[in-house]
């Protein structure tokens, strides 16, 4: 491959070379090399990939649970390693959003699916109300700004060295002198330069997380870096900057260290006027707290990390933080219990929203008639909503009553599923305990939902008491799936499930 040369000329070096000729764009460790990434052309490989793996996969044959795991763990990976390089198109994003929506809802089907909760929430952490499927323009963003991070870094690295030398530089190579040059350079460049405010609810997210840290003042400008926390003193005093004796010092060349102690020395080319003085005076207030740490040299710190360093993770997090209240956080926790299938807790997620397929839902969303029988399969009195089929029904409430007996507790219906799981979880105060009766909830609601859901599509008539006895079943079975020793066998959790919470980590027995 030959830029700027006449065809002959490279047909000839590729014969004595025996090699082949190539051409732009290529491919060199995966990344698209002379294309445009603007152009959707350069994307659709990455977009066919998505609907390739989810044909491989066959997930309509996957449970809610299984999809959110695979769309987390695989889907909303494979584009990591481009979008760290480039900005993706907006088009793009939605045509990988819109595959991975159709993938959580429908499977995969060519049929449309109910798209039960929006895509906003979808993509919210977890402990938030979300499923932590990643938003992937915010996700794009935090990757890209490792590129500041890394112009940031005291290493002379060549890439580095490269930057500076085609824009030029200011001050001690900080971060706001990428501010400066957003509208110069490549479109990759343009790009990195202003991933600072692309996102609209957190304009400026990425500069105000980093911040100079002075040590030996050998690096940092004094009037052109935002050491102080208030922008350039330059532009701060421009009228101190104009008659200062050094415009370009450093800021260990701005004082002097005596007695072991630093202290601040700024030289003027004249006599101030009463109001420089007052200037000089704020100023020198100002900087009078920050002292020159001999044998440290300067450096910057990313202040959302312990370690001072840079992380996409963290970025992120920042990109995507919502105010909610800790009690809705502590209880959206609780949903995803380990202890349980993944495919309940996505239905423990969905029903705390309100959005299942309950006839009530259908009839809102247009999928049944209101002609339609839309009253509850067990009963046959009340429409079917989810309060009413979980907590109101008589059926449900006989077997409510009757897990409370068993529990050797009393059981309130609450006015919905929600405020009915936040009371279970006030049982107890030890988090392992919380766990245990988190899992004898969704026992109940799952078993019922089964039981409701085989009237509907098998013609199965329901057993009350079968009911409770398959919830003593699959309740124990739940809670102690993942331990490898406790200490009661099924008997004693007949008698007095409560102790036998309680004992669920206390491993005093092997399993029988």
Known sequence: MGIGVEDNWRNKMAFRLCCKEGELPFKYLGIPVGGNHKRVA?????????????TTW??????????????????????????????????ILYSIDKIRRSFLWG??????????????????????????????????????????????????????????????ERGGHWLDWIKEREGLGSTWWRDVCCIDKMDRE???????????????GKRVSFWWDNWCGVGYLANKYPRLYLISTGKDNKCHQMGNEGNEQWSWNLQWRRKLFEWEKEEAKELQQLIEDKKIKQGRPD???????????????????????????TNEISTYKRIWNPKFPSKVSAFNWQLLLDRIPTKVNLVIRGIIGEAEDGKCVFCKEEDEDSKHVFLKCKITSWVWQECAKWWGTEVRLERDCWNSFQRFGKWSKDPKVKEGWDCIWSTVIWTVWLARNQMIF????????????????????????????????????????????????????KRV
Not at 83 to 88: K, P, R
Not at 305 to 325: F, H, M, R, V
Not at 465 to 477: D, G, H, M, T
Request: hydrophobic residues 40%.
């Open 42 to 54: 350069m994307w659709q490989p990455m977009v066919n990939s998505f609907k390739k793996k989810l």
């Open 58 to 91: 066959k997930g309509r044959f996957l449970s809610l649970g299984g999809r959110i795991t695979l769309i987390n763990s695989v889907l909303s990976s494979l584009p990591v390693f481009l979008m760290s390089v480039y900005l993706i198109p907006k088009g």
């Open 107 to 168: 499977g995969g089907g060519e049929k449309r699916k109910i798209k039960w909760v929006s895509w906003d929430k979808v993509c919210k952490k977890k402990e938030e109300g979300g499923l932590g499927v990643r938003e992937l323009r915010k996700f794009n963003l935090a990757l890209l700004g490792k590129w500041w991070g890394r112009l940031a870094e005291n290493k002379e690295g060549l890439w580095k060295r490269v930057i500076i030398g085609k824009y030029g």
């Open 202 to 216: 957190r304009v400026g997210w990425l500069l105000e997380g980093f911040r100079i840290k002075l040590g030996d």
């Open 299 to 325: 450096s910057w710190e990313w202040v959302h990390d312990k370690d001072g360093q840079y992380s996409t993770k963290t970025a992120y997090s920042i990109l995507t933080k919502d105010q909610i209240e």
């Open 458 to 509: 098998q013609d199965k008539k329901t057993d009350p008491r079968k009911l409770l006895e398959i919830i003593q079943v699959r309740s124990f079975q739940w809670c102690t799936a993942k331990l490898d020793r406790y200490a009661f066998t099924f008997t004693d959790w007949l008698i007095n499930p409560v102790e036998c919470i309680k004992s669920l980590h206390a491993g005093r027995k």
